[in-house]
Structures are given as structure tokens and as C-alpha cells.
């Protein structure tokens, strides 16, 4: 496990390094080592020196330098402190067993992650005529300092690894370390340390338990024994559960409130305390010394090669990129293939699996530095076919004259008027609508839409995010809007349940259908080459026809793509009232400058002083406010710390009501065939009927077991219902699989939740539950929850039916999700380093709507000025591959669950 903190002052950090059994009186540390090319530069070696290290986290070197901020008498950031949790069978055996072995391969692996931190995080910012660039160093100075113990006295080997605020360039100037990506990737480098960990563990000879992935215990040390030592937690558990609460800053507010002053206890004095509590329980010093002469006569456990398990993780790392980008760069297969692995290998080995693959023409370069997949290249060679066979393959919708009258009777803008005459006169079965006019090209499917519905036509609109479908239903005046995926799976399951040779008739039908074209759908800007297939394929065997929009200014590869097998296009141009997409940093800016003049910016370096305002802002603030956050990680804490805020002001009431909801893990299709992500108790949702396993549509089974050496997985949905499903042979079904983890959330009168997944009702259309509204509870019975929709509505919310159980709290949403509504005030809360060109967009769109319902926006963030000086050089890449994001269930599979079942790893042949 890692944690990072970034120490504020250099004084209190020093001070809390020196207390306790870290320090001698003399200022040296009983176990403290300096680490880095950095610090070896500057002669530190050895034990840490108290003097030296406060001087350092001042930004005063040992050579008598200064940095520049000092210097100046300016404020300089101390540094970083990266702190490395050793799993707690290996803090029994190292610490109350006093096994060597065990407490130097801790040691080892932190040195050896270091040492790729140093190779791949030592960098600084330059700035050079307005224009940032980064610069790699090589070099990093750090401190390690190892702790053995808990504050609740508990065995708890942990190291604060230190990094120093300090880096040299190649021209000898030291200058302070840009430490973004070093936080981007803490998941990573976690994972990093405890692979490194295991890896050794398992060449002493030491079976592990795989408990979570990346996470493991040694398997002959008891749970019971763990649980015995692990009073902190349970502290923390029992906290939370005695103030009923949740989420992740009620864990923070839960870690602090439990702490406990250290009690300075000589090393005898304290081995003394833990060898009595084994005792208590009936365990003894013997019982450890033969888990080490077990490992000893067993010898070192065999694993497979590390180029074995590189190329196994490079191919899954492939298979889960190119499934939402249609090009990669060798760094991102790399870091997926990391996150994919629960050993680890050498960069060496990633890169000799992927030339491998490259010199095997399973991957090939495009455009020069972006690596794709030959499948990625026989699908758009197989589009291409598409397009050229859909050239003059259907009839026009209408006449020429007949079109031209109704466009210039609809619209007065030529441009306007011209696209759809297009798409009425069209006899392409595939065209594109190329127009960054939002408001125009809406105006114009509208009235296609409108229309059509008097001329035995059917349009459909197609979107990527199921928060936009609500949307653009009412902006249609269509309840024809689904999203991309849930549509492409409808056209499988109606193609399967067609049957070809039923009818003259039927044959006649589908042929007067496939120049007819009767169905058109409209593919609303962001689409994937995979996904463009897909709904070509689908139109030609169901008589449709598509009209893809490109809504934006900026390059996108699907769309050029498509430009360039020759696809029919019309440009509906940009209304000079509206910014082009890359005016819109422009946009951003200005509204900035408006802000700031109104007093609505706040700003605060420290993340969890940005968390608090957000709250505070969210609870002063009526009843019609909103908070928008980047993250799923803010969102949750911000949820947390609301509801705790509300609940201390009396305004949630009534009795709390434990409720559990299931998390979607938003996996990808490469993900869900990797057992090794799966937990006990995750729940699986089928969205369509498997009748080889005897699987109905729609239904929730649980993860009974996992079995990693036979690639099985038990699934049941009562006790006398298992499902076992083999992944080896045939796993096709993760495709209709979707992935979930149980939490609980407690509900009081007045709380505001929101749901994660849309639930229609059969009986009543107004009682459906629409992913991304919203709803109240007014009522908790010993017979249930009284909620009230966004429409007014009264419904129940049955806690035992889950199907019921996709829900979250709804005080805080995400950008990309967010919908105005009825909103009258909206704080957004940003981070300097994620003002990407994607970001910078959403924000714009943010403000178009904050100015035309005219409300009241505030912004919390690091320091505006930076915010804006980061916007400034935000420039829009010329060539984005995808708009779609990679799978955020990476971030949601690490959430630790109780009770996981053992996963052995023997010794091999």
C-alpha cells in the first residue's frame, strides 16, 4: 500500500520524522537510510542526519545552496512524503518473529521502487516564452524512515520514503520537482512495491494469499492473528459505524478521531506486549519460527518467467486499450499491463513483448508514433467496403423540389437550409453532418425528426454517455434516444431471434426495407472506429441508414477516418455567435476574469482545504445548488462530508437506515476476462439471456469463488443455485456482463440520492428511474423509503429488490454528467493539473449554460493563477485519437472487501 501527503511545513515535518524511536538524541535515526542518485551526488549516505534533512526540507543544500524561493524569502514546499505499508503477516513475522529475512526484502523492495521513481518522476517544469515543458532529471534525494509500529501499538512495518522538493538539471541548477505525475500514478507505484514484495516472498519460499488484487498476505500466518494486530482498523471501522457514516472522507475524519498519541516504549518492552497478546490467544514465537522453516525447506516457489507474464499482460493490455481507442502509445500498454499484472516484470520484458508482437504484425505503427492493432486495420478496410457499398444503395427521402421548399420554409441561414436538403436528398447510405454550431445542427434534426414522423420514416438518435440520453429526448422531442452500446446490443439480440427463410413475404420486406431505409440513425459526435463498424454492419442487414455528426472543430480520428474512405459530407458552418472549440479556452478565460471580479474563485493549495469549501459552499448555498467535481474519488468525499454537515444542522431526520448499492466497476471487455480483478461478493449483472449456463436476461448473481489456476469462476444467486463459468474455454459472455461492488450508504428524511442506472417501470412510464436524476427521500417506515422523483412523483424504494440498488448520494456530480436543471447556484471544483483540452471544453459548455439560465457559478481550485496560466498553454491537440476515455474501473477495483477467499500459489514442478 502507498499514501501520499505533501508536507506543508518543513518545521512540523521535521519534528514528527524526530519523535518517537525515529531518532537518537543525537539526531540519527535507529533504521534511516538516504536514497537517490541525488543524495549520493551531495555525498548523504547512510543513516539520515537530522540537521542535514531539516535543512533540505527548507530548501538549504548540504553544498551551501539556496533555491530560489528561499532566496527571494518566498514560501517553499518541503516535499513529499511516500509512505510504503507492508502487509501485516509480514509486520507479524519481520517485527514479533524477528525474521530477518522477511524485514530486509521490505527494505530491498523499497529501495528498488525508489529507484524507479527516481528513473521515471525526477523531472522539472520549464517555462520559456509562455510555452511549459518538462524536463527529466534523473535524480532525486530521500530520506527513508522505517516505523515498526501502529498508534494502537499494533506490529505495522511501514517506511515514510521522503522525497526532497529538490532536483538537479543537467546544467547543474537546482530547481523544485514537478510532482504531478508522481500523484497521477501513486496506484501504480503501489503496486510497483508490493509486487517487487511478493516477488521476493515467493523465491524464500514463501505461499502467499491473494487477497485483493495487488494486495496478498503469506499465507501460513493466520487471519486470526492478523485481525488480532489490526486494532487500528477496527478502530476506524467501529468509528464509522458508531457515528454511522460513509465514504471516503468520513474514513479520513475517522483516521484522525481514532488516533492515538504514540506511547515511547523501548524495542524489549514492546515485543514483550505483542509475544503476551499472541499468548492470550493461544498462539506462540514457535508457531512463527515454523512458518520460516517451512519456507526454508520448501524452497523458492517457481512463477513463470517475467517475459512469460509480460507478454500475458501486454495482450491484455492490447485487448482492453483497443476495445475504446482505435491508436495507443507504448507507455499506455505498458501502464495498463502493470495494473493488469500481479507480478511484476522489467520495462525490458513489456518491450520485448511488444516487438514481438510488432515483428508478428499483431501490432503495427500508424501515423508515425501511435501503435494499433491489425484488427483496428481490417475494421476500417471493412469500412471503407461499407461505405463504397452504401453509395447510391437507397432512395431519397424526398424530392428535390419537394426538400428545397420545406428547408427554405424551416430556416433562413442557407447553411442550415443546404444540410438538410442533404440529408432529404441523400442516396448514400452513410453520410456525415460536419457542424461545431450545436444550436443549428440541433435545430436541424429536430425538424427531421418532426418531419419524419408524418412520412413512415423512423429516426433514432445515438449518444455515448446514458446522462445525455434524458437530454437530448427533450431537446428531440423524441422518446427515441438510446446510447450507442445499449442500441448496438438490441440490433444483436433482434438479428438472432430473425429467421431468414420464414417467407416470400418477409424477403420482400427486407429488401423493399434495404433501399427504403426506412430506419435512420443519427450518431450524436463521439463514436469509435469499433463502434462505427458495428452499426454499419447492423444497418445493411436491417435496411437503415446513418448520419454521423462531427460536432467538433478539432481533428478526431473516427471522423477523418471517415473523410477519408470518401463517406458523403455537408458542412453546416459555425455561427459566427458561437466560439469554435478552439476559441473556447478564449471563452474559459474570460469567464475567469468575470469571476474574479465578482469575488467567485476561491482559492486553496491544500486539496483537503479545497474538499472543505466545496462542502461549505454546497451547505450555505439554497436548496437548487450544485457541485461539480473531476473525479469520482471527489465526488464520493464531497458526498460524505455534506451529508455530515447536514446531518449536524438538523436538516436530514428521522432514524438512518443501513442500505447496500452496487458500485459499477465500469470494466472493459479485456478487463472482465482478468479473474484476478474479481472479488468475493462482487455482483454480475447478465444483460441478456445465456442458455448454455442456463443465465436469464437480467439477472444479479454473486462471486462465490475464483479459481486463478483453472481460469473458473462460481457464481450463485442463492444457495442452491451455482453457476460455474470457465473463462478458458469460452468466455464470450463477459461481453454481456456488467460488474459491480456492494457498498452500503445510510438514508435519513431528506436526503438527496441519485441514480447510477436507469430502471424502467412497466406499469407506470412516469415512475421510471433515469440514470443521472435525481430524487428525495421524504419518508423512512419500518416498510420502507418514500421518495419523491424529479418529476414530482411519489415512489418506494425497496431495499431488498436489487435491481433497486443503483443508487448514490446526489449532492455532487461530475462535470462530464453534470445537467443544469433547475440549478440556480453551481460550485465546480477543479484541479490545475486536469485543465486538458477535454476539461477546458466541458467548462465552456458549463458556462454557456450558467449564462443563458442565468445563474450563479463559483469556482474552488489549487490557485487561479496558475488555473489560468495552465488554460493558456492548454492548447487543443491537433489529433485526438478518441474522445472516450479509457475504463475508469481501474480506480474502483482496489476498494478493499472483506472476507476474499484465499487464492494459493504452490510450488511449481
Not at 431519397?396 to 430556416?411: C, E, G, Q
Not at 444479479?700 to 483453472?710: A, M, Q, S, T
Not at 428524511?749 to 412516469?766: A, P, Q, V
Not at 469556482?859 to 496560466?869: G, M
Request: proline share 2%.
Amino acid at each position: 500500500m502507498l499514501s501520499i501527503y505533501t508536507l506543508k511545513s518543513a518545521s512540523d515535518a521535521s519534528k514528527y520524522y524526530q519523535q518517537g524511536d525515529y531518532y537518537t538524541q543525537e539526531g540519527i535515526n535507529e533504521y534511516s537510510q538516504w536514497l537517490g542518485k541525488g543524495a549520493k551526488a551531495l555525498n548523504l549516505e547512510g543513516p539520515v542526519n537530522f540537521e542535514v534533512f531539516k535543512n533540505l526540507l527548507e530548501g538549504r543544500l548540504p553544498n551551501g545552496q539556496e533555491m530560489i524561493q528561499v532566496k527571494k524569502g518566498q514560501y517553499h514546499r518541503p516535499g513529499y512524503d511516500l509512505t510504503f505499508s507492508a502487509p501485516k503477516s509480514v509486520s507479524i513475522l519481520a517485527l514479533v518473529g524477528g525474521n530477518d529475512e522477511v524485514l530486509s526484502v521490505h527494505r530491498e523492495a523499497i529501495q528498488e521502487v525508489v529507484a524507479k521513481i527516481e528513473e521515471k518522476y525526477s523531472a522539472v517544469r520549464n517555462h520559456n516564452k509562455g510555452k511549459k515543458t518538462i524536463e527529466k532529471t534523473g535524480n532525486l534525494i530521500a530520506g527513508a524512515f522505517e516505523h515498526i509500529d501502529s498508534r494502537d501499538g499494533d506490529p505495522n512495518l511501514h517506511t515514510h520514503v521522503v522525497l526532497m522538493n529538490v532536483t538537479q538539471k543537467l546544467n547543474g541548477e537546482y530547481r523544485t520537482l514537478y510532482g504531478d505525475e508522481l500523484y497521477e500514478d501513486k496506484l501504480l507505484n503501489g503496486m510497483e512495491y508490493r509486487s517487487l514484495l511478493a516477488h521476493k516472498l515467493l523465491k524464500l519460499g514463501y505461499e502467499l494469499r491473494i487477497e485483493k488484487k495487488g494486495t496478498f498476505e503469506i499465507a501460513a500466518v493466520p487471519l486470526t492473528l492478523i485481525e488480532l494486530f489490526s486494532k487500528r482498523r477496527e478502530a476506524i471501522v467501529q468509528w464509522l459505524k458508531d457515528k454511522q457514516l460513509s465514504g471516503g472522507l468520513s474514513a479520513m475524519r475517522a483516521n484522525f478521531e481514532t488516533r492515538r498519541e504514540k506511547k515511547s516504549l523501548d524495542t524489549i518492552e514492546r515485543l514483550e506486549g505483542w509475544i503476551s497478546e499472541m499468548n492470550s490467544k493461544g498462539y506462540k514465537i514457535d508457531d512463527l519460527n515454523k512458518v520460516y522453516h517451512q519456507a526454508r525447506d520448501r524452497g523458492a516457489i517457481q512463477i513463470p518467467e517475467p517475459y512469460i507474464l509480460a507478454q500475458n499482460a501486454v495482450q491484455v493490455s492490447v485487448e482492453h486499450l483497443s476495445e475504446k481507442k482505435n491508436g495507443f502509445k507504448i507507455e499506455e500498454v505498458i501502464k495498463t499491463a502493470r495494473l493488469l499484472s500481479i507480478f511484476p516484470s522489467s520495462d525490458a520484458d513489456f518491450l520485448k513483448a511488444i516487438e514481438q508482437k510488432i515483428t508478428d504484425k499483431e501490432l503495427c505503427y500508424t501515423q508515425g508514433k501511435w501503435l494499433t492493432t491489425s484488427e483496428i486495420l481490417n475494421r476500417e478496410k471493412e469500412i471503407s467496403n461499407f461505405i463504397d457499398e452504401g453509395k447510391n444503395s437507397v432512395h431519397k427521402i424526398s424530392a428535390d423540389w419537394i426538400a428545397n421548399l420545406v428547408a427554405k420554409y424551416l430556416f433562413k441561414e442557407d447553411t442550415e437550409q443546404q444540410a438538410l436538403k442533404f440529408i432529404l436528398t441523400s442516396t448514400d447510405r452513410h453520410i456525415l453532418l460536419n457542424g461545431s454550431d450545436k444550436e443549428a445542427v440541433i435545430g436541424v434534426f429536430k425538424s427531421l425528426n418532426s418531419l419524419m414522423k408524418n412520412h413512415n420514416h423512423y429516426p433514432r438518435f445515438l449518444v455515448q454517455k446514458a446522462a445525455s440520453v434524458q437530454k437530448l429526448k427533450a431537446q428531440m422531442h423524441s422518446e427515441r434516444v438510446s446510447t450507442i452500446e445499449g442500441f448496438l446490443l438490441s440490433c444483436e439480440m433482434r438479428l438472432e431471434k430473425r429467421n431468414p427463410e420464414r417467407s416470400r413475404l418477409e424477403r420482400w420486406n427486407r429488401r423493399f426495407q434495404e433501399k427504403e431505409a426506412r430506419d435512420i440513425w443519427i450518431v450524436n459526435d463521439e463514436v469509435s472506429i469499433q463502434q462505427v463498424f458495428h452499426l454499419q454492419q447492423y444497418a445493411k442487414k436491417l435496411g437503415a441508414r446513418l448520419i454521423f455528426w462531427k460536432g467538433h472543430t478539432r481533428s478526431n480520428y473516427t471522423f477523418e477516418k471517415l473523410k477519408q474512405e470518401g463517406i458523403s459530407e455537408v458542412k453546416l458552418t459555425l455561427d459566427k455567435n458561437q466560439p469554435a472549440e478552439q476559441n473556447a479556452k478564449e471563452e474559459v478565460l474570460k469567464a475567469i476574469e468575470i469571476l474574479e471580479k465578482k469575488q467567485a474563485i476561491y482559492s486553496f493549495i491544500d486539496y483537503e482545504e479545497r474538499i472543505k469549501s466545496m462542502i461549505q459552499l454546497s451547505v450555505l448555498n439554497e436548496k437548487r445548488s450544485s457541485i461539480i467535481a473531476l473525479t469520482h474519488r471527489e465526488c464520493l468525499e464531497i458526498n460524505s462530508g455534506i451529508r455530515t454537515q447536514l446531518k449536524t444542522l438538523g436538516n436530514l431526520k428521522g432514524n438512518a437506515l443501513q442500505l447496500t448499492i452496487l458500485e459499477s466497476l465500469g470494466m472493459s471487455r479485456a478487463e472482465k476476462s482478468q479473474l484476478q480483478l474479481y472479488q468475493i461478493g462482487d455482483v454480475i449483472r447478465f444483460n441478456r439471456e445465456l442458455k448454455e449456463y442456463n443465465i436469464k436476461k437480467d439477472a444479479y448473481f454473486e462471486v462465490k469463488r475464483v479459481d486463478l489456476e483453472n481460469e473458473i469462476i462460481e457464481l450463485t444467486q442463492d444457495k442452491h443455485n451455482l453457476h460455474v463459468l470457465s473463462m478458458r474455454s469460452n468466455s464470450h459472455f463477459v461481453k454481456h456482463m456488467e460488474v459491480f461492488r456492494a457498498s452500503s450508504r445510510e438514508l435519513m428524511i431528506g436526503d438527496t440520492i441519485i441514480w447510477t442506472r436507469s430502471l424502467k417501470n412497466k406499469k407506470e412510464k412516469s415512475l421510471n428511474r433515469i440514470k443521472g436524476e435525481k430524487a428525495e427521500v421524504i419518508s423512512i417506515q419500518s416498510m420502507g423509503i418514500t421518495i419523491r422523483l424529479e418529476n414530482g412523483k411519489i415512489d418506494s424504494l425497496d431495499k431488498s429488490n436489487v435491481h433497486q440498488c443503483h443508487w448514490d448520494y446526489g449532492y455532487a456530480s461530475l462535470l462530464h454528467q453534470f445537467d443544469i436543471g433547475d440549478s440556480k447556484n453551481i460550485t465546480l471544483l477543479l484541479q490545475n493539473q486536469k485543465t486538458d483540452s477535454i476539461t477546458i471544453k466541458a467548462m465552456h459548455d458549463l458556462w454557456v449554460e450558467v449564462k443563458q439560465n442565468k445563474c450563479e457559478l463559483k469556482i474552488v481550485c489549487d490557485d487561479c493563477t496558475q488555473l489560468k496560466k495552465n488554460i493558456e498553454e492548454g492548447a487543443f491537440n491537433e489529433l485526438t485519437l478518441e474522445f472516450i476515455q479509457i475504463s475508469s474501473g481501474f480506480s474502483r477495483l482496489f476498494v478493499p472487501t472483506a472476507n476474499k477467499a484465499p487464492i494459493m500459489l504452490s510450488k511449481g514442478p
